[in-house]
């Protein structure tokens, strides 16, 4: 009798409703509409130029009678209109972009020889410490002051010292260098300022 009580158990299992539609549906829908393989192509008509704040009215008048006067005007004339109006719309003057580090080449021009001589009368401010050799008995000593200076690891400091003559440090002022150039001369290496 226990025994049929434990098949009855076990042949009904667990009661639960049965599942009769799926429990996840897609339908297929087509994004791609066929079209006819013997239609061409549409032409667009693009316009000759793209302006991106769209057709602009024409202008006026006494925009075309100014633009005639200036016109007329002689260049010496024309090339004061820039500076005056800037100065009586209050525009701030436009800033000369710098190309310092830049190889111009030929194209640089007769102004490439007045670019040099200002280079000449500015002083330099940001200077490269140049590791140019070691004592090889230093080399431990060096590694330490590098690593002091550069904020390197062990491993970086070791390959940088051992790629000599190689730049330490960069873009600092000429009392830190001549410190650092100190340092390293004190624990066995040469150093120079570029």
Known sequence: MKFIAVVRTLRLG????????PLQSRTFQHDFIPRDPQAK????????????????P???????????????????????IGPT???????PKMQQISVEGMD??????????????EEKKVEKT??????????VAAKIKVIKEVRAFTNLGLK???DLVEKVPVVVKQGVTK????????????????????
């Open 14 to 21: 667990p009661i639960l409703p049965k599942i009769t539609v």
């Open 156 to 158: 970086e400091a070791k």
């Open 104 to 117: 111009l080449g030929p194209q640089g021009g007769p102004s490439a020889g007045s670019a040099k001589a």
């Open 58 to 80: 024409p202008p006026s008048d006494k925009i075309i009678q100014l633009a005639e006067r200036i016109a007329a005007l002689p260049t010496e004339e024309r090339a004061q």
């Open 175 to 194: 009392e830190e260098a001549n410190d650092i150039i100190e340092k390293i001369k004190a624990a066995g290496g040469v150093a120079v300022l570029e």
């Open 126 to 135: 940001a200077f490269d410490v140049k590791l140019e050799k070691f004592d």
């Open 85 to 91: 109006l800037r100065d009586r719309l209050r525009h």
């Open 41 to 56: 192509p549409k032409r667009y008509k693009y316009p000759a130029f793209y302006d991106p704040y769209g057709p602009r």
